[in-house]
Nanobody, 124 residues
């Protein structure tokens, strides 16, 4: 399984971006998928997660109401719509597959097959 995140870029505070995560293989639709972000010298931070069918999702408090995670299993793709971006959203964003239980969905140690990351820079 390979995951490839894309869609990052340089935007101004208040702007929007949509990230995509494309997965190879046939098992994409069987797993929950998550988004994390990380800045240099800091731990990887949970952003959002969506279950296998797209019927359930969860978000970090810092992005609730601004970010929306979705998926299209027919396209093996997960998305992260980011609105009202803030300078503190600046980070490299990663997607990964949840291998552990849903109850542990915010723990990066429960994920596997991390994509290469896409850089989001929000200028204030």
């Amino acid at each position: 399984v390979q995951l490839q995140a894309s869609g990052g870029g340089l935007v101004q505070a208040g702007d929007s971006l949509r990230l995509s995560c494309i997965a190879s293989g046939r098992t994409f639709r069987s797993y929950a998928m998550g988004w994390f972000r990380q800045n240099p010298g800091k731990e990887r931070e949970f952003v959002a997660v969506i279950n296998w069918s797209g019927s359930s999702s969860d978000y970090a408090d810092s992005v609730k109401g601004r970010f929306t995670v979705s998926r299209d299993n027919a396209k093996n793709t997960m998305y992260l719509q980011m609105n009202s971006l803030k300078s503190e959203d600046t980070a490299v964003y990663y997607c990964a597959r949840l291998r552990g239980e849903w109850q542990l969905r915010s723990d990066p140690r429960q994920y596997e097959y991390w994509g290469q990351g896409t850089l989001v820079t929000v200028s204030s």
